[in-house]
């Protein structure tokens, strides 16, 4: 199990973990041999030693008043800071092992509830509409993936997303909204907006339609936030890790909400991607040339094959269809 972050380990101490954040620390200790265990803590001895952190700053969930009590009867005196005997840190790392010990065998504190989560997953050609039971709607695209649990924790509402979807969340400002799409975090209160993250596409976006969004990068060492307004678009490049934000045409980005397919001098490669999400139909360029052929059609409630007629009219390619037990699987395009 991989190892917390020193962000997450910092806010355990401080008691500011999420549900999740916390039960992974849990999780990790727990999956940790002896030596394992040992080296853990030593390292956060050595972190108290260098006055890296002192016990008025460790407010990990029960332990706080328990160290504060073995400084008193240790000291018998104020500590000062810059002389915190070894023994003591020896005593708050004993302390932590029997806490978990505790956690998982002796029920001597709350055990945190385990997270059932829940997941939808779309196929081409599908889309589905979620409503969660704090009254979020969600849209969810064709080739996505959504996980939510079952019950929200007591700090956020935290969905996690591979592919697109248009959120609709409901208003919670003591709870707030996170979309966490992996290297892209996105979080809420209340408010319209479309995430899309497809794991085989270059760029992570975020439109927002109304409300407020603060977007960081999930990245070590980058605290970096970015707020949008309305009809601004954060698009985030994968590979040089940057990002820029943009105005966007609301038909563009959630017009496929409503069955809506506007396109814009997009190369006809990236035209047929979106068919294929949406049309759950492989689509294929014989001749390469074509792939960068600009297409600009807009596209509302249309079938699959009106659409066709009209990228062969554009660009001047013909087609031709391969057939599986009755039912089409691929549309092959290619130059007379």
């Avoid at 956690?103 to 979620?130: A, C, R």
């Avoid at 400002?173 to 319209?192: A, D, H, I, Y």
């Amino acid at each position: 199990m991989k190892k917390p972050s020193k962000d997450i380990i910092q806010k355990f101490y401080e008691n500011k973990c999420d549900d999740i954040e916390y039960q992974y620390i849990i999780e990790y200790l727990n999956s940790l041999d002896k030596n394992d265990l040992n080296n853990f803590l030593d390292e956060h001895i050595h972190k108290l030693e260098n006055d890296e952190l002192s016990i008025e700053e460790v407010q990990a969930p029960d332990f706080k008043n328990i160290l504060n009590e073995i400084d008193k009867n240790k000291t018998g005196r104020t500590r000062n800071k810059k002389h915190f005997p070894y023994s003591i840190a020896a005593s708050i790392a004993l302390l932590i092992i029997l806490s978990v010990y505790a956690i998982y065998f002796t029920g001597l504190f709350d055990k945190p509830e385990k997270i059932k989560w829940n997941e939808k997953i779309t196929k081409l050609g599908q889309k589905s509409i979620i409503t969660l039971l704090d009254g979020t709607h969600i849209t969810l695209n064709a080739g996505s993936k959504l996980r939510y649990p079952a019950t929200f924790g007591k700090a956020t509402r935290e969905v996690r997303l591979e592919g697109e979807a248009y959120f609709e969340v409901a208003h919670n400002p003591q709870k707030p909204f996170v979309v966490n799409t992996g290297e892209v975090v996105t979080t809420v209160l209340g408010t319209k907006f479309n995430v899309k993250a497809y794991p085989s596409e270059a760029n992570i976006k975020v439109a927002l339609l109304e409300g407020k969004v603060k977007v960081t990068k999930n990245e070590k060492n980058n605290n970096d936030e970015i707020y949008l307004l309305p009809k601004q678009q954060m698009v985030y490049n994968r590979k040089t890790k940057r990002e820029s934000v943009l105005e966007f045409d609301s038909r563009k980005v959630i017009g496929w909400t409503k069955n809506l397919l506007v396109f814009e001098n997009d190369e006809l490669k990236d035209v047929l991607v979106i068919l294929e999400r949406a049309f759950g139909i492989k689509l294929e360029i014989q001749n390469k040339n074509a792939l960068k052929k600009q297409i600009s059609a807009n596209f509302e409630d249309e079938s699959f094959w009106g659409i066709i007629e009209v990228i062969k009219y554009l660009t001047d390619l013909q087609t031709k269809t391969i057939v599986e037990n009755n039912e089409l699987k691929k549309v092959i395009f290619y130059k007379n």
